[in-house]
DNA sequence: CGAGAAATTGAGGCCAATCAAGAAGTGTGG
DNA sequence: CCACACTTCTTGATTGGCCTCAATTTCTCG
């Protein structure tokens, strides 16, 4: 993975890949990420309790979760650098979950309320992070169909395939098939709604069946569009309906 | 259920239980709507194919779905009265599943290209807009944990909460605890990746416990506050954070 | 190198799926 | 309003996949 300049914005790299951007919504997009902030590896991250912040994932990965009254957790979404975290608890009072860094992360919060400057000044972008909004939605529509209705060995593939997919809008390798996977299985499991067990073994049964290699935590899909056509995966990560947006 | 007069706005009714609109974002709103469409219950609808339109929930339900090879389906969401159907689909290209009525409806398409007027003129709409979205995004994270985490009657029953505190924004009764339900046995087991068998079940479990009382389709739930106690369930649907809203 | 975390492997049990048959409910046409 | 067909719901017996519990190996990192 290249190293970026401290001083090139992770998230109007990230937006480019959507959309122009003009010299004034750059500039007010560089406005939003000027602070930053570092964290280990697998901290729990305590800044969303008074929720008045969003930040940019810069560098490394992290989760959100929420711990069950049974002692069980649910892993409800992982993110990537570029990623806005935090969009959802924009509409509510109260954050839906907590966060851990699954691996060393760079942080750039800014205000919830920065995002009204740019509903009153973007039209465009508006239509964007609406956008961002609503590919994280699907992104959830197709893991509640992964969990609903599947066995522990699709569940992996499927989800093995939206890592891949989704890493794919941060790299301009458009050939590349193996990442290093950031999350233990344990983590995979309580995403998935398996047990680290499960989890194992199916990755176990990927590998025997020849479908990826691993090699510490780096894994490779061997052949992902030949898997995907097999699973029925829905590529949808890599493109947005750009068509109707406000020109500037 | 009280009739509301043809010249109502679905749409704006909904909308004040959030926010006041002025009259100038009012008419905004009601020239979305101009347009009726009325359909019988248990159809298919093809409206989706172009995907260029989204449509506001006048009367009745509706639910998205998709079809999986081998013969299953998961429903995706359901939607009721208010809500604005299609807000995922904005940002895609294809929409995301296909959509079925469950009673019969009423729906006003507008086409997508005007959600950029409304993120041009109303910085203040935009952000309601855009919290409605993120607050079906909590939803959905909310049916993550369900899905991945819980048994099949405590599936059922957070799914009968979930319902109840979703249908309380579109009433003034604040004590209201029972509900007549059009969805079918095997459109909740598709929601929530069970049989119709299990749902079943549950149903009969929850009854014969006296947490709810059936009739033909209505369903009660004898103490709604006390149940969502006992579940550890968090009523997000009613409320948002409009602190950071622009004033128009 | 050593301690703790993560991953692997195996045995046994349980919940929900599957298969199937019958009852209850719903809607339609005569 | 009733008869009939069809859909939906209920109930029971059997099966299977994943969980649980547990022991061991491998990996990671100070």
Redesign the interface.
């Known amino acids: 993975m290249r190293q970026v300049p401290v001083q090139d914005s992770c998230l109007v790299e990230r937006m480019r890949y959507y959309i122009d951007i003009d010299d004034a919504n750059e500039a007010l997009l560089r406005g939003l990420e000027k602070d930053e902030v570092s964290y280990k590896s697998r901290v729990k991250l305590h800044l969303q309790e008074k929720?008045t912040n969003l930040y940019i994932l810069k560098t490394g990965w992290l989760y959100r979760y929420?711990d069950?009254?049974d002692n069980?957790?649910?892993v409800?979404?992982v993110h990537f650098p570029g990623d806005i975290v935090g969009?959802?608890?924009?509409?509510?009072?109260e954050t839906?979950?907590d966060t851990m860094t699954a691996s060393d992360v760079v942080l750039c919060p800014f205000p919830?309320?920065s995002?009204?400057v740019i509903?009153?000044q973007s039209?465009r972008l508006?239509?964007l992070?609406?956008?961002?909004?609503?590919?994280?939605?699907?992104i959830?529509?197709d893991?509640?169909?992964m969990?609903?209705?599947s066995s522990a060995l699709r569940r992996v593939t499927n989800y093995l395939l939206e890592i891949h997919s989704r890493l794919r809008t941060h790299t301009d390798d458009a050939t590349f098939n193996s990442f290093e996977m950031l999350l233990t299985q344990e983590v995979i499991a309580d995403a998935?709604?398996l047990t680290n067990v499960s989890v194992s073994n199916a990755f176990g049964q990927l590998e025997l069946d020849g479908k990826i290699i691993r090699n510490r935590k780096v894994i490779t899909i061997v052949d992902p569009e030949k898997l995907k056509k097999e699973l029925?995966f829905k590529d949808?990560y890599f493109?947005?309906?750009t068509s109707?947006?406000?020109s500037h």
């Not at 969009?87 to 009072?93: G, H, N, W």
């Not at 992070?129 to 699907?138: D, N, Q, R, T």
């Open positions: 929720n929420t069950l009254p069980r957790r649910q409800l979404r969009l959802t608890d924009v509409a509510m009072e839906i979950g919830k309320r995002m009204d509903f009153r039209p508006t239509a992070i609406f956008s961002l909004g609503m590919l994280e939605e699907a959830l529509l893991r509640i169909t969990i609903g209705r998935l709604g029925d949808r493109r947005i309906d109707w947006f406000p």
